[in-house]
T-cell receptor, first 112, second 113 residues
Framework: DAKTTQPTSMDCAEGRAANLPCNHS???????VYWYRQIHSQGPQYIIH???NNETNEMASLIITEDRKSSTLILPHATLRDTAVYYC?????????????FGTGTRLQVTL | DVKVTQSSRYLVKRTGEKVFLECVQD?????MFWYRQDPGLGLRLIYF???????EKGDIPEGYSVSREKKERFSLILESASTNQTSMYLC????????????FGPGTRLTVL
C-alpha cells in the first residue's frame, strides 16, 4: 500500500488560503488521492479526490504534481469552521470493496 | 440528506463484558466499514462488509467480530471487552464501485474499565 506523509500541524489566518501538502512517493498508477477532514467530535468528511489532473469543487482544490508523488489541498479562503484534522489518503483496492488507509493527518488551526 | 447513525455516542463497559456497537445507514449502500481511532495512530480499519452476510478482515480484526444480517445494519461485537479496546469507534458506508466516497457516522467513544 502506498503510504502518505503529512505535516503534523499547520496554522492559517482566517480569510487566507490554506495549503496542505502531502507526499505519496510510492503511489502506483491506478491509485487515487483522497482528502478527508475530521472536525472535533465528528466523523471524517469527504472533501475531494483526484488521479492526475487538478480538481476543484465547492470545498477545495486539489493539485497533484506531474509525477504524482505529492499533492496539495487548497482551501481558498479558510474560515474558523475549517479548523480540523485533514487526512490525505491513497485509495487501495481490496477484493470487491476498497478500503481507506488513514494516517495521522495534519491538524489545521485557523486563527483570527 | 445522507445519514449514518451509531447507537451510542458514549459507552462505558467493564472488562469481560460482551459489547455490541450498532451502525445503521439509510443510503442503501452495499459497503460498510468499522474503524477505531486512537491518538497518534489515526483511523485503523477493523472489519468491512461488501454485502449482506459478507465480511472481510481489516488491519486490526483481533478481538472483534461483525454481523451484517441486513443491508442497512452493520454491528461490531467485542466478545470479551478489554481495557485496550477503549477507543473511538467509527462506522462508515459507501456505494459500490471503487472510487466513491465514504460517509461516516458520528462515532462511539467506548471506555472499558
Amino acid at each position: 500500500d502506498a503510504k502518505t506523509t503529512q505535516p503534523t500541524s499547520m496554522d492559517c489566518a482566517e480569510g487566507r488560503a490554506a495549503n496542505l501538502p502531502c507526499n505519496h512517493s510510492t503511489i502506483s498508477g491506478n491509485e487515487y488521492v483522497y482528502w478527508y477532514r475530521q472536525i472535533h467530535s465528528q466523523g471524517p468528511q469527504y472533501i475531494i479526490h483526484g488521479l492526475k489532473n487538478n480538481e476543484t469543487n465547492e470545498m477545495a482544490s486539489l493539485i497533484i504534481t506531474e509525477d504524482r508523488k505529492s499533492s496539495t489541498l487548497i482551501l481558498p479562503h479558510a474560515t474558523l469552521r475549517d479548523t480540523a484534522v485533514y487526512y490525505c489518503i491513497v485509495r487501495v483496492l481490496t477484493g470487491t470493496a476498497s478500503k481507506l488507509t488513514f494516517g495521522t493527518g495534519t491538524r489545521l488551526q485557523v486563527t483570527l | 440528506d445522507v445519514k449514518v447513525t451509531q447507537s451510542s455516542r458514549y459507552l462505558v463497559k467493564r472488562t469481560g463484558e460482551k459489547v455490541f456497537l450498532e451502525c445503521v445507514q439509510d443510503m442503501d449502500h452495499e459497503n460498510m466499514f468499522w474503524y477505531r481511532q486512537d491518538p497518534g495512530l489515526g483511523l485503523r480499519l477493523i472489519y468491512f462488509s461488501y454485502d449482506v452476510k459478507m465480511k472481510e478482515k481489516g488491519d486490526i480484526p483481533e478481538g472483534y467480530s461483525v454481523s451484517r444480517e441486513k443491508k442497512e445494519r452493520f454491528s461490531l461485537i467485542l466478545e470479551s471487552a478489554s481495557t485496550n479496546q477503549t477507543s473511538m469507534y467509527l462506522c462508515a458506508s459507501r456505494t459500490s464501485g471503487p472510487y466513491n466516497e465514504q460517509f461516516f457516522g458520528p462515532g462511539t467513544r467506548l471506555t472499558v474499565l
